[in-house]
Structures are given as structure tokens and as C-alpha cells.
């Protein structure tokens, strides 16, 4: 199967967040991009002889706003060279403000980056310290405005929530914030306290039911200004949403490139090294391959993150199984914990499944 989509992963930073889980890297080296760049290339051309007109394109991290413009050139070089993209193919980049300006925001308007998504997390010095976010956002208006101006005009924000500290009201101000500035999409992440961050043993997140209050903050503020929530975590305006992660979250196929990158085409995923070193002396990715019941289930559960759940038809169609006799039992179990509601013609989350979504893919897999 041709793979649609591509995640490149860029793992470098300008220092790393205390709650960031993700592989990056705090500090590099202009040789150390440079030597990306050139493993990269070999990998886009590679997997690129198994991709048909991507639908979208997505630069992630790390903060790819973090290479310069001439590494940022050559990147999108690379992309356009190697791949055909579909006519009205999405193509997001992740961004910190205090790394982007406008002549990276003019070049890559120029290379067809049509999708800009910024790491804000808090408005608030304070929260922003609890978590180790560095810089500020106060650019961040000027650098939407930019980006208009050079024709790009979907923009996602992300914020955290339940961050150590933080108040229903400091929320609240956050959101308004945001809704402020004109956004077409809004994703709002529940902090996660792992093992291995820096975060880890020195706080402790506020309790479930203020987690719930800022669910449903989340909901009114956003829903007022007319943002709806597709996802557990992710809000758009009526069209604006996130069409890699729409496709992901449904089964479509993408390709991975870049250390700790993922790739699916269908069968199985395949994972690079998540360690630069081991990744640009060629490592091979590791590959997973379920028989395909159970792969099936996975795109049935991992589908049920959207509020528009799953209709069987389209279902069928992704994976060639019929839902109800696949995992039948379980989808009724789960309609009577009132965590999905489900008929003949498909299933959804309630608001119940999408709070407690951890028991219905555990119940679907």
C-alpha cells in the first residue's frame, strides 16, 4: 500500500521542556544539522518510491522552527524534489515564536507550507517557568500577522492544561487569549507527567475533578467562538481541521522520516532509532506487524478519539472488516458503560468515552 502522508521529525531545540517526553535535542551543532539534512535526504528518497501524491505533509518535533532558513530551504527542497504532492495537499510545520520571523515565514510560503502550528502552552510567566517552557509568546501576534500576509492562513495554538498550580481562571485567560488572535484550530493537552522528564517527581498535577472543570472551560470558550472539538484534544473552526492527524487517527498510511519517526503502510508500523547517533549510522527501524484482526481492531479504537467515532461503511472501507462482528461484544459493553453510543450504522464516544478514552481503546484492542 502507497503511503499518503509524511511526518518528518526534526529532533532539535533551542533547550529542552521539563515535561517534553518526546526525542529531541537541546543543543546542536551546525554539523550536527548538517548531517541530518544528508541522512534525511537519504531516507525521503528512499521512501519515497512507495508514496503516491501525499495529502499532507507534516514538520514536527523537536521545534523545526529552530533550523535556520538556509536548513529550513533545504528541507522543503527536499520534500518538493523528492514526492508529488496532491493539489490541495496540507502541509503543517510546528513553531516556537521565539524561533520563527518572517523570512522563514516567506520562505516557507514560498516552498507550499500552507499550515503553521505554534507551541504556546501558557500565556503565563509563571506556568510557563513550572514547566520549563522557554522564551515568550508576545510575538506570537505579529508572526500571525506575517504569516497572513504571506498567504499562509490556518494556524493551530497549543496549550496545556492542569499544569501544577494552575488556576480555573488562569485557563480560562489563556483560552480567551487565544480565541483573541484569530486561530483555525486549537489544541488543548491535559499535562502528563512522565517518567524521565525533568518534571517528574517534583510536581504533582491537580486533582480529576479540576481536570474535568477545565475540560468543560476548554469546551465553553472555544465553543463560543465558535471552535467545535473533533478530537479528545483538538478543536476547529468548521473545516479547519488537522488533516494529517485526521488521517492518522483513522488508519491512513504515512511515512516516517527522521530519528524516532514513525511509519504505517497499512500492515504494520516501523520505528526509527530514537537516538540521533544510532539513527544517522543507519540503524534499521523496527518493524511490528499485527495479523490483521487485530490491526483492524487498533483503527476501529484508536478511531473512537474522534467525537464523530466511526461509521461502519467507512470503516469497512479502511480495513475490509465488518465492525460489529469483529469486536461486537466489546462495542456493547462499552455502550452500556455509556462510554460510546452504537448502532447499525456506526458507533461514537459520548462525552464519558472521550474523558475516559483510555478504557475504550483498552476495551476495542
Known amino acids: 500500500m502507497l503511503y499518503t502522508s509524511l511526518y518528518v521529525h526534526v529532533p532539535f531545540c533551542r533547550g529542552k521542556c521539563s515535561y517534553c ?3 529531541s535535542l537541546g543543543e546542536s551543532s551546525s554539523d550536527e544539522r548538517r548531517a541530518y539534512l544528508e541522512r534525511l535526504e537519504q531516507e525521503l528518497r528512499r521512501g519515497a518510491r512507495n508514496c503516491g501524491p501525499l495529502r499532507s505533509v507534516f514538520f514536527g518535533g523537536g521545534t523545526p522552527s529552530a533550523l535556520t532558513v538556509a536548513e529550513l530551504s533545504r528541507l522543503a527542497e527536499l520534500v518538493k524534489d523528492c514526492f508529488s504532492l496532491a493539489p490541495d495537499c496540507e502541509w503543517t510545520m510546528e513553531a516556537n515564536p521565539e524561533s520563527l520571523d518572517e523570512e522563514k515565514i516567506s520562505l516557507l510560503a514560498a516552498h507550499g507550507v500552507n499550515r503553521l502550528s505554534f507551541g504556546v502552552q501558557s500565556f503565563s510567566p509563571l506556568l510557563r517557568r513550572t ?40 485557563w480560562e485567560a489563556d483560552l ?5 488572535l484569530g486561530p ?31 475540560w468543560d472551560i476548554a469546551e465553553a470558550v472555544l ?29 491512513g498510511t504515512y511515512l516516517g522520516c527522521g530519528p524516532a519517526a514513525v511509519s504505517f503502510d497499512g500492515a504494520g508500523r516501523a520505528a526509527n532509532p530514537s537516538n540521533m547517533e544510532a539513527w544517522l549510522n543507519g540503524v534499521p527501524s523496527v518493524r511490528e506487524t499485527l495479523p490483521a484482526p487485530e490491526q483492524a481492531a487498533e483503527i476501529l479504537a484508536f478511531g473512537m478519539r474522534q467525537v464523530a467515532g466511526w461509521r461502519w461503511s467507512e470503516f469497512r472501507r479502511r480495513t475490509g472488516y465488518d465492525a460489529l462482528q469483529l469486536r461486537g461484544a466489546a462495542l456493547a459493553r462499552l455502550a452500556g458503560r455509556s462510554l460510546l453510543t452504537c448502532d447499525d450504522q456506526g458507533a461514537r464516544p459520548t462525552r464519558l468515552g472521550l474523558l475516559f478514552n483510555d478504557d475504550v481503546v483498552m476495551e476495542l484492542l
Not at 176 to 180: F, K, L, N
Not at 187 to 213: C, K, M, N
Not at 223 to 251: D, K, M, P, T
Open 21 to 23: 517526553a518526546f526525542y
Open 131 to 170: 514547566i520549563g517552557r522557554r522564551g515568550s509568546p508576545e510575538r506570537l501576534g505579529e508572526l500571525l500577522k506575517a504569516a497572513r500576509r504571506h498567504g499562509i492562513r490556518r494556524f493551530n495554538l497549543d496549550f496545556i492544561y492542569a499544569i501544577p498550580g494552575q488556576t480555573l481562571a488562569d
Open 176 to 180: 480567551r487569549q487565544a480565541v483573541a
Open 184 to 214: 483555525t484550530h486549537v489544541s488543548t493537552y491535559a499535562l502528563t507527567i512522565e517518567e524521565g522528564t525533568r518534571l517528574a517527581g517534583q510536581a504533582s498535577p491537580p486533582s480529576d475533578d479540576v481536570f474535568v472543570d477545565m
Open 223 to 251: 465553543g463560543a467562538a465558535g471552535f467545535r472539538r473533533y478530537e479528545i484534544s483538538n478543536f476547529a473552526l468548521a473545516g479547519e481541521e488537522c488533516r494529517h492527524n485526521v488521517e492518522v487517527w483513522q488508519g
